[in-house]
């Protein structure tokens, strides 16, 4: 059965297979595509999945219950960045997306799902740029248990991933509390051996800096709750090198930046000799005007310089292993953010 979608808006889509088994609770579809109808430098949004799995519980559906399981199977979305793309940088464009979309869960039947991303990939392009950049995640695999729109049938959902990134390895473990009135969730990170190399055009689209050679290694938690975020960072950089011989046609101005920032860089590195990198302290409200034109981001590098230069001042948050997270520990992991901050 081949069947094109229609009346998706900005959206034209196909299915080159559907197959439904009523009696086994099951619907296959194969080579789903979706491609966005706006065309940026010869690039459209588009995503492609090989095969999509849905498993129903009849038993669930009789109690008016939406009990799905839905696997995705070498899923690629490849997402072309517009001019009149809006970053979300207050925390009212935050509650902008965030509270329509819990209104529309709560509008949707009563549901309970897990979902299984299997090999999947995201691309991500900015052709607006300059230089353009295009960073990339492969080997995507993501599961996602509990996601419910039902108190009684599942208050906290989890999502666990892992994938390559620029030829290094990324976990990321994630709690949420889907239908709290505020944004409720805790997030483990961590990144190993990211090639700094390969984001070069996104360097030098922002930053201005050419750098020749560098590693990341970064872990994190983070979490919200109550409109307050609590977490730190933990960066690692190896091998840092801004500065070679193939620079030598880059402008001077260039060159002065790109050699100021190595320098400081091997400031940091000299007075951490013996640490594994500055730790990155997170906290605040998400109501905090500052939000709005960065200052909380230059507060934040501001104390991670100051750390570098005095290595007994420590602080660290502790909320324990994400996989260990109950719903007790979620609230009283709330707790804990509102009395220290």
């Known amino acids: ?9 900005g959206f034209t889509g196909q299915i080159a297979h559907l197959k ?25 949004t588009s995503l492609n999945v090989e095969a999509i799995t849905l498993n129903f519980k009849w038993r669930q559906l009789i109690r008016r219950v939406v009990d799905v399981t839905i696997v995705l199977h070498n899923p690629q979305l490849f997402f ?16 902008k997306v965030v509270s329509p979309l819990k209104t ?15 090999d999947g990939e995201i691309r991500y392009l900015d052709p607006t740029s ?10 995507l695999n993501l599961r996602i248990e509990n ?15 892992d994938f390559r990134l620029c030829q290094g390895e990324g976990k990321l473990n994630l709690v949420l509390h889907p239908m709290a009135i505020e944004l409720t969730l805790a997030i483990e990170v961590e990144l190993k051996s990211i090639n700094l190399v390969l984001m070069n055009n996104l360097f030098l689209a922002y930053g201005k800096i050419d750098i020749n050679s560098g590693l990341l290694d970064l872990s994190g938690k983070l979490a919200i709750a ?5 977490g730190y960072l933990y960066p690692n950089l190896r091998n840092m090198d801004f500065v070679s011989k193939a620079d030598r046609a880059d402008p001077f101005v260039q060159k002065i930046r790109e050699r100021i920032v190595a320098a400081l860089f091997a400031v940091l590195i000299a007075n951490r000799k013996n640490r594994n990198g500055v730790m990155i302290p997170i906290e605040g409200r998400l109501d905090n005007p500052e939000l709005q034109n960065g200052v909380a981001l230059r507060k934040i590098l501001q104390k991670a310089i100051i750390k570098a230069y005095i290595p007994s ?29």
């Open 20 to 44: 439904i088994s009523l009696f086994e609770g099951k619907i296959g579809i194969k080579n789903f595509t979706l491609q966005s109808k706006v065309q940026v430098v010869n690039n459209n």
């Open 80 to 95: 072309v960045a517009e001019e009149t793309s809006i970053e979300l940088t207050e925390a009212s464009d935050l509650k």
């Open 147 to 161: 996601f419910s729109n039902d108190q009684a049938l599942s208050k906290i959902c989890r999502i666990e991933c």
């Open 226 to 230: 109550e409109n307050s975020i609590k």
């Open 313 to 341: 001042f420590k602080e660290i948050l502790n909320f324990g292993s994400i996989s260990s997270l109950t719903r007790a520990g979620l609230k009283g992991m709330a707790r804990r953010i509102l009395r220290n901050r």
């Open 104 to 118: 529309t869960i709560e509008k949707l039947p009563r549901f309970i799902t897990n979902v299984d991303l299997i």
């Open 1 to 9: 059965m081949n069947s094109s979608l229609r009346k998706m808006d």
């Open 130 to 139: 300059k230089p353009a950049w295009e960073i990339a995640i492969e080997k």
